[in-house]
């Protein structure tokens, strides 16, 4: 998704990532217990409240958000002080910061050891998530844990949010662990009557990074994609 996209959606108001609530696949998953000690990326955050859920409990919680706006929403809605330096928010133990993800190096967010990606991964056209892949390869270490949500869902659109299936994930992340651990049908989710769809499955996978991957089957994998729905 180009830039001024991603911001022309937020500033519309009319974005379909934002949540009103800690989504239930973290509560169940990414448990108090679980968080502790932790350092945790979230890509592409906007002003979502599982930011606040990680600050409660992980040592350290990095976001990564390109509108400024979205971010002073966030800090208003949530009561949260905050201060400014450079290109970092910083509250506590939560720093989000306001540039490009790809232009955000490892150097400046530090040893990760866990990523959630709820609407990054969704939100990409096929080019730009080969992209985004190489950006987390980039900004992690073998060992680092990945929990990652997808829809799928039928007829497929050709925007945001992107239908991504169970194959596709274990294509792109052919050097870590992954365990599908959710794959409901959402026969109420906002999107079904919206979109007029068939079916919805939100997935959910817990992943561990077991070594560096080469970019060579990141790239086959999307160029499968693109042919097979071209």
């Known amino acids: 998704m180009e830039k001024q996209v991603w911001a022309d959606s937020w500033g519309r108001s009319n974005t379909r990532f934002h949540r009103q609530d800690v989504h239930p696949y973290v509560l169940k998953h990414l448990t108090p217990f679980a968080l502790m000690e932790k350092s945790i990326l979230v890509p592409l955050c906007g002003r979502s409240l599982d930011l606040v859920y990680f600050s ?63 609407a990054s991964l969704v939100a990409l056209p096929l080019p730009m998530r080969v992209e985004y892949l190489q950006k987390m390869e980039e900004l992690t270490l073998p060992g680092t844990q990945y929990f990652l949500t997808t829809l799928e869902y039928a007829p497929e659109m050709n925007a945001a949010p992107f239908s991504i299936t169970p194959g596709e994930v274990y294509g792109y992340f052919p050097n870590y662990r992954v365990q599908h651990v959710e794959s409901p049908t ?16 939100e997935h959910g996978f817990m992943m561990r990074k077991l070594h560096n991957a080469s970019y060579a089957s990141l790239e086959e994998a999307a160029d499968r994609r693109f042919y097979e729905f071209s």
């Open 186 to 201: 959402v026969p109420h989710h906002r999107l079904m009557k919206k979109l007029n769809l068939d079916y919805l499955k």
């Open 56 to 118: 409660q409990f992980a040592e350290r919680v990095v976001g990564v958000e390109q509108n400024e706006s979205i971010i002073l929403q966030f800090f208003a809605e949530n009561q949260l002080a905050y201060e400014k330096v450079g290109e970092r928010y910083i509250s506590n133990n939560l720093t989000i910061f306001c540039k490009d993800l790809f232009a955000l190096t490892p150097g400046e967010v530090g040893e990760i050891d866990l990523v959630y990606d709820r």
